[in-house]
Structures are given as C-alpha cells and as structure tokens.
C-alpha cells in the first residue's frame, strides 16, 4: 500500500482516505500453525471505523484461532498483522488492550456474584487517598458505570445487584460498555448471541450497532448468517482454516452468505449423487456455479 505524502503547499492529495477509512486492524496473508497442525493459512481480513465485520464459519474452521491471534494470546506464524499500519506481534492481551484492541469472550469474564459496578471495574478499580493509605473510591465508580450503562441505553435501577442476576443480553452489554469505556477502538465479540433467545440476541445487535455508530471498529464473531446481516457492512466466511468469502454487504445476499455459511459448495458438487438418494429433496440445493462468490480478496482491495 502506497502511503501518499503532503504536497509542497501541505494539502493532502485528493485520492488520500479520509482518517474514518483507514484500516484499525489488518491480517495479510496471516496464519496459525501448531506444529504440523495449520489451523490458519492465507487470511486477509481489514477492520476499519465505524463499520462491522462479521466472521462466520462451522465449527473448527478456525475463528478461535483468528480470534487469539488479534487478541494477543497467540502469534500468528505466518503472514502480516498490522494495526494502524504498523506490523506488530502481541505477546500478551494486554500488548492488544494497549493498542485499544478489546476481546468480549463467550463466557464474559464476569464474576457473577459480585455487583454489575464491581465488575464494570474488575482489575481496573479507581481508587482515591495517598499511598499507602489508597481506597476504593467507590462512589466514582458506581457514577461512572451508571453513565456508561446509561450511555448505551442500559438503565439498572441497583447496581448493587449480582451481575449474575441479569439476563444473558444484559450481561453481554455491560461488558461492551465496558470494553468501550476503557478506550477499546476495535471491539471483538466472541459468539455474543450463542446462547441467548431472540429478544435478548436483537438487545446485543442493537448494542453492536450502537458501538459501530461511536466509530468503533467491530469485529463480530458468529455462526449465525441472520445475525450478522442484520448489523454487519463485510462477510468473511472461514472454513477450515482459510478463507472462503470476503464481500462487502453490496456484494453478497443473505442466501448466499447463508448457503456459504451452511457448506452449499460440497453440497452443490454433491447435488448429483444426492439426487439419487429416496427421500432428499435437491431441488432447494444451489448450483455449484451459483456458488462461486465473490472472491475472498482483502477487504478494500479491488
């Protein structure tokens, strides 16, 4: 990538991308391998402000993997990784946290007895007084996560109650306020809807919406095509380990990010002996034809 320079009069050239669309987060070419075991190969994904990507793939096709490697709990072993522009490789989470790169897992990292104010702070707790007489300045931190919270919509009459009494979308939002709060600029979320029922999953989407609307880069990781075509501006579909599709939401229907998602390509080279099975209906399968998407390119890159 060219990086244009100021002309002699320091104006920017005209063809130079607005700040908003320079790339937060880039993998090229990036990869994981355990041993003889590669779990990644060849992935090109770019996250930008204030826009979506959704990450989709089975089980085992290597999300998780993704995953670590941008959250700095593994490096990646082949390829580039770059945040604004800068190749780097994360040692630990915390290297990603000082890039402003935050990761919301499944299973929340929440202490589930403990009140929704104390978790708002786990291991970043304010406190106040001169060492080595400093407290916990309580007060601060329920007025801080009380508008935090409220900021994203989430009025909690006690934030003295357990965190654990709170529905599963709730929990899932107070930790995106979380992440926000202390400076996140790319958001990943882990399965954020795995688990949860309809109305609780449409909650976490519109907080998803919310987050790309402060100009967050967000990264959504799910299994869910209808989920992510409800917030999600670029599809990337992995599978076994390497990418399959990468479009922009103008290049890719729901039914195509569906049957891509489902594995429509190894049942559309298998529509034929199928076919002459009793008792499956093919007609409904797409041809392989119909299937060969939108090239997985890097996003950006035409």
Same mark, same amino acid.
């Given at each position: 990538?060219?990086?244009?320079?100021?002309?002699?009069?320091?104006?920017?050239?005209?063809?130079?991308?607005?700040?908003?669309?320079?790339?937060?987060?880039?993998?090229?070419? +990036?990869?994981?391998?355990?041993?003889?075991?590669?779990?990644?190969?060849?992935?090109?994904?770019?996250?930008?402000?204030?826009?979506?990507?959704?990450?989709?793939?089975?089980?085992?096709?290597?999300?998780?993997?993704?995953?670590?490697?941008?959250?700095?709990?593994?490096?990646?072993?082949?390829?580039? !990784?770059? #945040?604004?522009?800068?190749?780097?490789?994360?040692?630990?989470?915390?290297?990603?946290?000082?890039?402003?790169?935050?990761?919301?897992?499944?299973?929340?990292?929440?202490?589930?007895?403990?009140?929704?104010?104390?978790?708002?702070?786990?291991?970043?707790?304010?406190?106040?007084?001169?060492?080595?007489?400093?407290?916990?300045?309580?007060?601060?931190?329920?007025?801080?996560?009380?508008?935090?919270?409220?900021?994203?919509?989430?009025?909690?009459?006690?934030?003295?109650?357990?965190?654990?009494?709170?529905?599963?979308?709730?929990?899932?939002?107070?930790?995106?306020?979380?992440?926000?709060? !202390?400076?996140?600029?790319?958001?990943?979320?882990?399965?954020?809807?795995? +688990?949860?029922?309809?109305?609780?999953?449409?909650?976490?989407?519109?907080?998803?919406?919310?987050?790309?609307?402060?100009?967050?880069?967000?990264?959504?990781?799910?299994?869910?095509?209808?989920?992510?075509?409800?917030?999600?501006?670029?599809?990337?579909?992995?599978?076994?380990?390497?990418?399959?599709?990468?479009?922009?939401?103008?290049? #890719?229907?729901?039914?195509?990010?569906?049957?891509?998602?489902?594995?429509?390509?190894?049942?559309?080279?298998?529509?034929?002996?199928?076919?002459? #099975?009793?008792?499956?209906?093919?007609?409904?399968?797409?041809?392989?034809?119909?299937?060969?998407?939108?090239?997985?390119?890097?996003?950006?890159?035409?």
């Amino acid at each position: 990538m060219t990086d244009k320079t100021t002309s002699a009069h320091g104006a920017a050239p005209k063809d130079t991308p607005p700040e908003r669309d320079r790339p937060l987060v880039e993998l090229r070419g +990036a990869g994981k391998a355990y041993g003889n075991i590669r779990a990644l190969h060849g992935v090109d994904l770019t996250v930008r402000p204030s826009r979506v990507t959704c990450v989709l793939g089975d089980n085992g096709a290597g999300k998780s993997t993704l995953i670590k490697i941008i959250s700095g709990l593994h490096q990646h072993t082949e390829g580039e !990784f770059l #945040v604004d522009g800068t190749p780097v490789r994360f040692s630990t989470p915390r290297d990603a946290l000082a890039k402003g790169i935050a990761t919301v897992y499944q299973d929340l990292a929440v202490v589930p007895l403990m009140p929704v104010w104390r978790n708002f702070f786990l291991g970043s707790e304010m406190t106040k007084g001169p060492w080595p007489l400093r407290r916990l300045d309580i007060a601060r931190m329920k007025k801080t996560a009380d508008e935090e919270l409220r900021n994203i919509g989430i009025v909690l009459d006690d934030l003295e109650q357990p965190i654990g009494t709170l529905s599963g979308g709730q929990r899932q939002c107070v930790a995106i306020a979380r992440a926000v709060y !202390f400076g996140a600029r790319v958001l990943i979320l882990d399965e954020p809807t795995a +688990a949860l029922g309809v109305k609780q999953s449409g909650v976490v989407l519109k907080y998803i919406a919310m987050a790309r609307d402060r100009g967050l880069g967000v990264i959504f990781i799910t299994h869910n095509p209808h989920h992510a075509y409800m917030v999600g501006d670029h599809f990337s579909v992995l599978r076994l380990g390497t990418m399959e599709l990468s479009a922009d939401r103008s290049e #890719v229907s729901l039914e195509e990010l569906t049957n891509h998602m489902a594995g429509g390509a190894e049942l559309a080279t298998l529509k034929h002996e199928l076919s002459q #099975v009793r008792g499956v209906d093919t007609e409904e399968l797409p041809e392989e034809d119909a299937l060969q998407a939108p090239a997985a390119t890097p996003e950006g890159k035409s």
